[in-house]
């Protein structure tokens, strides 16, 4: 993993991190009224594209491709898959703990009951808005894809978090709830092949 890349990937976590602070402070809530002013959620294309943030959109197709790539002894090919593989499906565990661990309410208790508030350590659809897990899969798969396919990191991580952004365009998520996620998603990647490197460093894909 090139060293300069990966310390711009933490400085995009950090990044992330501080936007989702200012966001949830000053911007969640006009944000989403705007985006409900707008009527973003009847657009067919958000509503399709935001879809790619579900994990087995990348699992099921990095799971093919480990298989064929392994059958086939494409060895680096085959790491890539299992890197993508263990970043998103460790990701899609941590952010779900964490969205019960804040409760955080969701845009249409905003809508409907004026809420926008924290139930820490609560379970439900309605209060675990924090982070988004759809950012957090498009984070930690673009991450990962633009790690393996350097040439395209100009074009995988903007589309990652435009995709990410989705989610506040539909109402499912507040603008914090998904820079949240992206960073961590990011970090996930990052720790995944981190931690590759150090205990099984012949085998790290490049």
């Known amino acids: 993993m ?3 890349f990966e310390r711009r990937l933490w400085m995009l976590v950090a990044a992330c991190l501080v936007a989702a602070v200012v966001a949830h402070l000053a911007a969640d809530e006009p944000v ?14 958000l509503q399709w594209t935001t ?9 099921i197709p990095a799971g093919v491709v480990f298989a064929v790539a392994a059958i086939r002894r494409q060895h680096n090919l085959a ?6 593989i263990a970043a998103v499906g ?10 019960m661990a804040f409760g955080k309410s969701r845009p249409k208790l905003l809508f409907e009951e004026g809420r926008l508030d924290f139930t820490p350590f ?13 950012a957090t899969t498009c984070a930690a798969a673009t991450v990962v894809l633009a790690l393996a396919l350097p040439r395209w990191r100009g074009l995988l991580l903007p589309t990652g978090f435009v995709l990410a ?42």
């Open 2 to 4: 090139n060293a300069t």
């Open 90 to 99: 460790g990701s899609g565990i941590l952010v779900n703990l964490l969205k």
């Open 165 to 206: 952004l989705t989610r506040v365009a539909i109402h499912a998520h507040y603008l914090s709830d998904v820079c949240a996620g992206f960073a961590l998603g990011t970090a996930c990647a990052l720790v995944t092949l981190r931690v590759w490197a150090k205990w099984w460093p012949a085998s790290v894909p490049r």
């Open 122 to 134: 609560s379970y439900g659809h309605a209060v675990n808005s924090f982070p988004s897990g759809h």
């Open 32 to 45: 989403a009224r705007a985006a409900q002013a707008n009527r973003l959620v009847e657009s067919q294309v």
């Open 51 to 59: 879809e790619f943030g579900e994990a087995g959109w990348w699992l």
């Open 79 to 84: 790491r890539w898959a299992f890197a993508l």
